[in-house]
């Protein structure tokens, strides 16, 4: 069973800055890709960003320019660097690995917990 863990949430003023990680029960590298999502209170669980094994990467529009997602192979971590935080940018962050069949049906998704990010005004 693969499991990802996610760390570095927090409370952060208005225009701060937090570094999310997550770690995996296998080799980051195994995944397809890896990802960062988030849900606010309410509302429906949307993509941060996401990573692909060759490097490939998509940025939400909301981020772009603010947060930079990064994969550590060697440390087996997935990062998210957020800066200039936002009130909106609150909600709980989940990290998200990917593998990825020639077909569909046999594509798996993992998730993580999440970890709560609250950003003050």
């Known amino acids: 069973q693969v499991q990802l863990w996610e760390s570095g949430g927090g409370l952060v003023q208005t225009g701060g800055s937090l570094r999310l990680s997550c770690s995996a029960s296998?080799?980051?590298?195994?995944?397809?890709?890896m990802g960062w999502y988030r849900q606010a209170p309410g509302k429906q669980r949307e993509l941060v960003a996401k990573i692909t094994s060759v490097g490939s990467i998509n940025y939400a529009d909301f981020v772009k320019g603010r947060f930079t997602i990064s994969r550590d192979n060697a440390q087996n971590t997935l990062f998210l660097d957020m800066n200039s935080l936002q009130p909106e940018d609150t909600a709980v962050y989940y990290c998200?690995?990917?593998?990825?069949?020639?077909?569909?049906?046999?594509?798996?998704?993992?998730w993580g917990q999440g970890t709560q990010v609250t950003v003050s005004s």
């Open positions: 296998t080799r980051v590298s195994n995944f397809d890709v």
């Open positions: 998200n690995g990917g593998t990825r069949a020639r077909s569909p049906k046999y594509d798996r998704d993992y």
